[in-house]
């Protein structure tokens, strides 16, 4: 099976002068919007698809698919999107496809789009899981590896050459994984024919969710002018500093406005780079920490030569972060993590993007009173991450660095990627206020001797992208031999006592806990997130006294944690966040009944009684630590 290039090209440097570093990318990735200068065209909806079902998954590039429309060279089924495609039929080879699989649509590009040489006509995809290729009207535009984080091409000489035909877009998605992909994984062929059917392998994977795949996030057609505002950078600190780029012509002139929720100009500049500084300031607070969370100002940037004007306008929230070795400081107010760890991830549509969904989950955490969220195990929607800008959802930022067990997964090519993904994220989410630290790994095997080069170079490498916000990674290692611990600046544990280790026993809970959290303390001087702890509950099973499973296990042992967290939170804990906040879909292991069970809520969102308990504790915590006034609409009856 092949699986093109995995370490990502290393294209022209693009400037990054605020940041005070070099990122190799190209191109600024802002979100598409629509302006007075800006268009929008979603190609959501029904795609043609086929997966390429061929034993060496490569009989669409042997027999070029892309060639031609997709219903000529085979049969194609109707497929959704955005969604992965996994759980869309009813046929159980396409459940657990590995390979290569075949999007096409057609579609009709406006008139003057094509007939204005001053339009620049851009493809951008949201995400698609895991390695992309993607041709217009039969020439390649552009590949991209990895999931979870968008990528885009140019496309506007392409579809001038023939203006009368409708553009055709071809997208071919790989998910599968390798030593050196994020999150890796291997590809076990079975080869005794007295066992397995010609041909049998299996993806072995070392993290606990489904390995989704399909086109999962909005595919757009978006316009610029050809002088076009590239990239916007905010450092938000009680001023705006600011540095924005412009493609396509060498001189342009600029006007930067900020605007508050009103319209009213607060602040304004003529120069690419500059300081916007405004008085009376209004800060972007967490939801719960302040009666107006998630302050917004519009920073509005046109941009004008004598033939083109562009206008891009970026919403900005006005905050700071500091740690210390005892506090996580948001606006110079000590900040309580009390959260949720989540997942993309629902029934049918697997880890495609869901309005309904993302909407709902949104007021399930505010119900829950929940301030904050970990994008465990891989960067979310920019949608969702716009969504806790405005309601004040602080987010830890996670890349897809998931599974690295395998000493293998350590190497060199393993790295690099890893710097490049760390790269494009860091260009994707920089501008968000919400996001407060980046989480570059999840439990990686941190004890194994290289790690201790692997985290170094890439947590100071993510902090030379970013100084303005801390970096973490997750661990579950020993805290005296964990190698990359030294350089983080929080300390984030998870752990599963009375689950994992010493199952059934809730009675081991506070003093191993306390362990834990005096030990990491003890040596690394930091703030520490228990960043998961939870227990599976399968949905109206009950037992007294409680027996794992049940949902009265559940609750005794996020109480017994509770009790220990309440200790030190008046120390050093600086946060809290459940694993789960809902019910996910995994692979199919003995260990597993159709998924983890660990969700607080079920996967359709219905509440276990799990959710009651963190309920009434985050609003506590919520009105102990910020004394709560009347506005924040606090469920007095809890
Ligand atoms: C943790 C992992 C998480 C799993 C969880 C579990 O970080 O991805 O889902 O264990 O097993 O160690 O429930």
């Known amino acids: 099976m092949s699986v093109p290039g995995s370490s990502a090209v290393l294209r022209v440097l693009w400037l990054l002068s605020v940041f005070g570093t070099v990122l190799p990318l190209d191109g600024g990735m802002l979100f598409p919007r629509e302006s007075t200068s800006r268009e929008v065209k979603e190609l959501n909806g029904l795609w043609d698809f086929r997966p390429d079902g061929s034993l060496n998954r490569n009989e669409g590039f042997e027999k070029a698919w892309y060639k031609r429309r997709l219903a000529e060279t085979g049969p194609v089924i109707e497929m959704p999107v955005p969604a992965s495609y996994n759980d869309i039929t009813q046929d159980p080879t396409l459940r657990d496809f590995i390979g290569w699989v075949w999007y096409e649509r057609e579609v009709f590009v406006p008139a003057r789009w094509i007939s204005d040489e001053g339009t620049r006509v851009v ?361 990359g611990a030294p350089f983080v600046d929080v300390v984030c544990v998870n752990s599963y006592f009375s689950w994992y280790h010493d199952p059934g026993h809730l009675e081991v809970i506070p003093i191993q806990l306390n362990a834990q959290f005096e030990n990491w303390y003890g040596k690394y001087k930091k703030p520490i997130i228990q960043s998961e702890y939870g227990a599976d509950a399968l949905p109206g099973l009950h037992m007294d006294p409680p027996m794992m499973f049940t949902e009265e296990y559940q609750n005794a042992l996020l109480q017994s944690y509770h009790d220990v967290f309440d200790q030190k939170r008046k120390q050093y804990v600086i946060g809290e966040l459940i694993w789960n906040f809902a019910d996910f879909m995994t692979a199919q292991a003995i260990h597993r009944v159709v998924g983890n069970k660990k969700g607080i809520f079920t996967r359709q969102r219905q509440p276990k009684a799990a959710a009651f308990i963190l309920r009434r504790r985050y609003w506590r915590l919520a009105n102990e630590t910020w004394r709560l006034p009347p506005w924040t609409k606090y469920p007095c009856s809890l």
């Open 123 to 483: 493809l951008r995809v949201g995400s698609a899981h895991y390695y992309s290729i993607v041709w217009v009207n039969g020439e390649k535009v552009t590949e991209h590896e990895g999931g979870h984080l968008p990528f885009e091409a140019e496309i506007s000489s392409l579809i001038r050459r023939d203006p009368t035909k409708p553009c055709r877009i071809t997208i071919a998605v790989n998910n599968t994984l390798t030593l050196e992909t994020l999150p890796p994984g291997t590809i076990q062929y079975m080869n005794d024919r007295t066992r397995y059917p010609d041909g049998f392998f299996v993806q072995n994977i070392y993290f606990d969710f489904f390995n989704y795949a399909g086109i999962h996030r909005p595919v757009l057609l978006y316009t610029t002018p050809t002088v076009y505002v590239d990239d916007i950078i905010s450092l938000l600190k009680c001023l705006v500093r600011y540095k924005v780029s412009v493609q396509g012509a060498a001189t342009a002139t600029l006007k930067v406005t900020l605007m508050d929720k009103d319209g009213h100009c607060v602040a304004s500049s003529n120069t690419p780079s500059g300081v916007l500084k405004v008085v009376d300031v209004k800060l972007w607070w967490p939801y719960l920490m302040h009666e107006n969370p998630g302050y917004l100002y519009s920073m509005e940037v046109r941009q004008h030569t004598s033939t083109y004007e562009d206008v891009y306008t970026l919403p900005v929230g006005i905050r700071t972060v500091n740690v210390t070795k005892t506090q996580f400081l948001i606006n110079n107010k000590p900040f309580y993590f009390h959260g949720v760890n989540k997942h993309e991830d629902s029934d049918i549509r697997g880890k495609g993007l869901d309005w309904p969904l993302i909407v709902k989950d949104f007021n399930l955490i505010k119900w829950l009173g929940a301030n904050s969220f970990r994008t465990s195990h891989y960067p979310y929607a920019e949608e969702i991450l716009q969504m806790c800008d405005r309601h004040g959802i602080v987010v830890i930022d996670e890349c897809p660095g998931v599974g690295i067990k395998d000493i293998r997964s350590f190497g060199n090519a393993s790295l690099s990627h890893h710097l490049v993904v760390m790269d494009e994220l860091v260009r994707r989410d920089k501008n968000h206020p919400s996001v407060v630290m980046w989480s570059v790994a999840n439990e990686p095997a941190s004890e194994m001797p290289p790690a201790e080069f692997y985290f170094k170079t890439l947590i100071k490498h993510t902090k030379a992208l970013d100084h303005t916000r801390p970096v973490t990674y997750i661990t579950d290692s020993n805290y005296a031999r964990d190698k």
